[in-house]
C-alpha cells in the first residue's frame, strides 16, 4: 500500500505564502515525477506545478514566479512554497506521484487535499 499525505494548508491573507508539503509513504521502491494539482470550487482540476525526479520543474502560466516545487527525494517528499497568494489561488491542493512499489507495480497516487484559503 502506497499513500500520499499532504500538509500546510490554511487561511492565509493576500500577499502572504504557505508552504505546501507532501509525503510519500508504504511500498515504495522509487517515485517519479510529482505534481501539484488544485480545483477551486465550481471549477475543474488543473495542473499547478510538476518536477521530474532529476528536479526538473514546469508551472502553470497564473502561478510562475510566485510559486516554486521542489522534492527531497531521501524523504520521499514534495514541497509547494506559494508566495504572494491571490484570492484566486483558493482552492484544495493535491499532489500526486508516479510509484514504482516494491511488488514491481506502477501507480499515479493522489494525496487527499489541503484546503488553502486567500482572504483579508
Known amino acids: 500500500q502506497v499513500q500520499l499525505v499532504e500538509s500546510g494548508g490554511g487561511l492565509v491573507q493576500p500577499g502572504g505564502s504557505l508552504r505546501l508539503s507532501c509525503a510519500a509513504s508504504?511500498?515504495?521502491?522509487?517515485?517519479?515525477?510529482m505534481a501539484w494539482h488544485r480545483q477551486a470550487p465550481g471549477k475543474q482540476r488543473e495542473l499547478v506545478a510538476t518536477?521530474?525526479?532529476?528536479?526538473?520543474?514546469n508551472y502553470a502560466g497564473s502561478v510562475k514566479g510566485r510559486f516554486t516545487i521542489s522534492r527531497d527525494n531521501a524523504e520521499n517528499t514534495v514541497y509547494l512554497q506559494m508566495n504572494s497568494l491571490k484570492a484566486e489561488d483558493t482552492a484544495v491542493y493535491y499532489c500526486?506521484?508516479?510509484?514504482?512499489?516494491?511488488?514491481?507495480?506502477?501507480?499515479?497516487?493522489w494525496g487527499q487535499g489541503t484546503l488553502v484559503t486567500v482572504s483579508s
Open positions: 518536477i521530474s525526479t532529476g528536479g526538473s520543474t
Open positions: 500526486k506521484a508516479n510509484i514504482a512499489t516494491i511488488k514491481n507495480t506502477y501507480l499515479e497516487v
Open positions: 508504504g511500498s515504495i521502491f522509487s517515485i517519479g515525477a
